[in-house]
């Protein structure tokens, strides 16, 4: 029976022996994290020999840049070579960053406000700038977005990916849009990949503003969990195909590839973008770490390797989501009262409670221990028109933590969705 | 004699001469380099066994964070002390960044423009922002303030610092006057230091703008030519005296002193100051590179250690010094046609030609092989009022190919201000 079938009486002895429950673990006095996509201290452990490469003494880059003193702002070349390939791009479609991805969508986002988009006016000069957002998303590019001031509006995802339609429309008919986030494999949290289709669209969009770009960013490109994974279509080469290669601005990174926080961002665009871009770079450093891209090179010796590597994330991780859906499966799925995405890489399973029940859910777990995203986060300004949309970020914990947290969570949606019922039932 | 003494057909011999000795130098084909600060080889090598401190298999910091993974957005609390220690503030006025102060200066600006100054109107709906930029001074803070639109007030240096009654003077008057860029110790390109009567009226300057902020470039502060080094005071603690902690943001860097490429930056100010950022900072990234600042505190332990590894450069770098101060005070100090400085620490030799002349060395400097910092660079927006100042970066060559360099500069010095002498004779 799911919980809207019962009856008055039904929903309140429920509520009473899930309550129960509730306090149980409550006294445990557990403190548990499944709030960010952290990697777990095993995946950390597979990119620890990194550190020996230099052991050879050898510090020069192929075109003979000693790589521990300063130049080479873009990158050093085999640095561009390995990760043009990892994101799709050619060589010399490419700049390498420091260790974060959104750092580099910052800058971009930063510079088109001071100095525009290939001589268009500085956004900082417009009335308005609005940025289309995907929901759910990354909390972290609303945020970005936010800091600058930009109107965001809601775009709806739907199984193939954001609602294409809506956002031709927009696109065609408002100049103050300039931008898109999107994060096309394993988006953050739904695990959507975008269909064929929807890359293909996105890649011809026409935009009325001609300074709107793409913020495409690919931050799951390998991160899979099945054997055979599909990728997306490659964007930059579809909207080449339509004349339209300066649409987009592809990022990725190597923080859940190797470490969090010593990977190695990249930014793969059009060969016209990446001259631009480069021109204002210089202004905001010398040059990134480029030790630490010489020290991936040496490590990975070629993008299939790092396939190979990813591999190895895996079979530590999927154990972890599968137990997710089997708990939520076994839990929730009988009672009706949640929706979620069974992902097939990335790091997020994405789940709908009743509408008006996630903020509360987020509670009841915060007061028995177990850390999620805050409720609202995974929405532009932290407002979910729903109140329903939780992060599930399984990576982190062992386990054991994992099962421990999840009995919470259900515990948890159960209660909230328990009350909102009997409140409806009044 | 000296150039001006002599008549117009000494100074055409004088010509020819300098001009034959010129031509063999430039038919040898040489290629040196003495433009950028940059550290030579055998300066690297002093800290390539930073690589090695993860052998032990910790990568734990003191507060039990992994280093490898996400999180703790202003540092690790061990790379926090030990760098707050080399800029003089206390651990919780520090923020510790990425590889680049510069990128760290860039983005403080860039915050101000976006967000203000604590709580002041963003600097981006002001009409106008204006910086006082002390002349000469490094061209990348200048880069910074153009990019962003500033208007840059040049401001001459004296041996003391900044020329002080006009600082105090013009922000006093002017509302729009933001902040200044100063080098206090070693000043970028003249190796002056700040006199401690000149810190001391900095620390107590009371600009019409509340958002103004002393922006001091500590690059140089443990960074000495001598044995027994005077160290500027300190500027947080003198404005503390006097109540006016706020009006002060210090950067430093590891740059020079492990790995340009891949060393750790690190931003000081009061604790109302960090605070306020780093709320900020948090937006355009999620965490600098921890493993790289635990790698540093490993290495050297204690800031006093720091100051012990320093001494390694003097002894590589000191040589290179003398040997540009023995050449101009051979070959250029009898003609009375240049002035230079005596830098007791830093990176560069601050060399003044006659008015006229600068352009033209870098010029015949740069057929012959030579490069040098452009002409003009030490100066906002790339114009030097009486060009006549060039910056010598002596460290990177060899002493063999900097006492090529060397002869092919005096030459240039020589044969430019022949040609100069002689226009003003016709």
């Known amino acids: 029976m799911t919980l809207s079938e019962m009856n008055k009486e039904q929903l309140s002895a429920f509520q009473q022996e ?28 597979l990119s620890v020999d990194m550190l020996d490469v230099f052991n050879d003494g050898d510090f020069m880059s192929e075109n003979g840049i000693d790589v521990r003193n300063y130049g080479l702002l873009d990158g050093i070349p085999e640095a561009k070579k390995l990760f043009s390939d990892m994101i799709g791009v050619g060589e010399d479609e490419v700049i390498i960053f420091g260790n974060s991805s959104l750092n580099a969508m910052y800058w971009a986002i930063q510079t088109a406000f001071n100095k525009g988009v290939l001589g268009s006016t500085p956004w900082s000069k417009l009335d308005k700038v609005k940025f289309l957002c995907p929901v759910p998303g990354y909390d972290r590019h609303f945020k970005v977005t936010e800091f600058f001031g930009v109107e965001m509006i809601n775009i709806p995802m739907t199984a193939t990916g954001p609602d294409m339609d809506m956002i031709e429309k927009l ?53 899979h969990l099945t054997e055979n994974p599909k990728c997306i279509l490659n964007i930059l080469e579809e909207a080449k195909k339509v004349g339209n290669e300066n649409i987009v601005y592809i990022f990725g990174s190597t923080s859940k590839v190797t470490f969090p926080g010593a990977g190695v961002a990249v930014m793969g665009a059009s060969k016209e973008n990446v001259e631009a871009l480069k021109k204002f770079l210089g202004i905001s450093i010398i040059s990134y770490d480029k030790m630490n891209q010489l020290r991936h090179v040496k490590f990975f010796g070629t993008f299939e390797n790092m396939t190979e590597h990813m591999k190895k994330h895996m079979h530590i991780i999927a154990p972890k989501f599968k137990l997710v859906l089997d708990v939520l499966n076994k839990e929730i799925a009988p009672l009706g009262i949640g929706e979620w995405t069974e992902p097939k890489g990335g790091y997020f399973v994405s789940f709908n409670a009743l509408d008006g029940c996630a903020k509360r859910i987020v509670k009841l777990c915060s007061e028995a221990g177990v850390t999620l995203t805050g409720a609202g986060a995974t929405f532009p300004y932290g407002v979910d028109p729903r109140d329903r949309n939780i992060r599930i970020a399984p990576t982190y914990p062992s386990i054991e933590d994992l099962a421990k947290a999840l009995e919470i969570f259900v515990t948890s949606v159960k209660l909230a969705s328990a009350e909102k019922l009997l409140r409806e039932a009044k």
């Open 171 to 223: 696109v065609s008919e408002d100049e103050a849009i300039k931008g898109i986030w999107c994060v096309p494999q394993y988006s953050n949290p739904d695990g959507i990949c975008y269909s064929d289709e929807t890359v293909k669209r996105f890649a011809a969009l026409k935009p009325k503003a001609k300074d709107f770009r793409i913020f495409w960013d690919n931050a799951y490109c390998i991160h």
């Open 18 to 45: 899930t309550l129960a429950r509730y306090n149980d673990f409550k006294a445990q006095g557990l403190c548990l994290n499944m709030s960010r996509g952290n990697p777990c201290k095993e995946q950390l452990e």
